[in-house]
């Protein structure tokens, strides 16, 4: 997939994401919530996992993109130290002899990305910068996925720093549509995805 299109593909799941979170919270003429706190819960968490996933993909498609010699949307070529024949051999290098590759462990990104690209950009800084935001995903992803007190106490912990505020029993769908105490003017998964949009759009035009 092309740099250009990875990009737009990512946007274009962050908006449906969205539309998917407004539609849990959909009220009647009166004025009340039309779903059920369950119904809320379900389509929120899962909106995240999509996002989630979206980010995966577009992390996996730029690196694979910059692998087989595409430039940068800002038309300038990165040094590389593979030469895969074809978009599938791509992919076979990067995985290896593992199952898979975890696009969502940043020091895995990384290394990644300093193995096969010079001094490990465009992403190691892009990435470095949301350190702690990707982290963070990666707990609320967790927790959406599979809740045990392992990461229940996670999501608490995060809830926790990014709120400001002790909390405890919280769920993803809760805290991630209350309002960021970082930007008051977004919430906190809107804040997150701000920040990915940047990210993003660095690594694409290969600015560092």
Same mark, same amino acid.
């Given at each position: 997939m092309a740099l250009i299109d990875a990009l737009s593909a990512y946007r274009i799941e962050v908006t449906k994401v969205n539309?998917?979170?407004?539609?849990?919270?959909?009220?009647?003429?009166?004025?009340?919530? #039309?779903? &059920?706190? +369950? $119904?809320? !819960?379900?389509?929120?968490t899962s909106a995240f996992l999509k996002l989630f996933i979206a980010w995966e993909g577009f992390l996996e498609n730029s690196v694979v993109a910059y692998l087989t010699? +595409? /430039?940068?949307?800002?038309?300038?070529? #990165? %040094?590389?130290?593979?030469?895969?024949? $074809?978009v599938e051999h791509a992919h076979k290098i990067l995985i290896g002899t593992q199952k898979? =590759? $975890?696009? /969502?462990? #940043?020091?895995? =990104?990384?290394?990644?990305?300093?193995?096969?690209? !010079? !001094?490990?950009?465009?992403?190691?800084?892009?990435?470095?910068?949301? &350190? %702690?935001d990707l982290s963070d995903l990666r707990v609320i992803r967790n927790a959406s996925a599979h809740i045990s007190s392992t990461t229940q106490n996670k999501l608490d912990a995060v809830a926790s720093r990014v709120l400001r505020r002790s909390v405890t029993g919280i769920n993803v769908s809760d805290f991630i549509t209350k309002m960021s105490k970082e930007d008051t003017s977004n919430t906190v998964l809107q804040l997150y995805q701000l920040k990915l949009d940047i990210t993003a759009e660095n690594i694409a035009h290969n600015r560092t």
């Open positions: 539309g998917y979170v407004d539609l849990a919270y959909e009220q009647d003429a009166a004025g009340n919530s #039309i779903r &059920s706190n +369950e $119904d809320v !819960e379900f389509i929120v010699g +595409e /430039a940068s949307l800002g038309g300038n070529m #990165i %040094t590389k130290y593979a030469n895969p024949i $074809d898979y =590759v $975890d696009w /969502a462990n #940043i020091d895995n =990104v990384n290394k990644i990305a300093s193995i096969y690209f !010079e !001094e490990g950009e465009p992403f190691k800084t892009a990435l470095n910068s949301i &350190s %702690t």
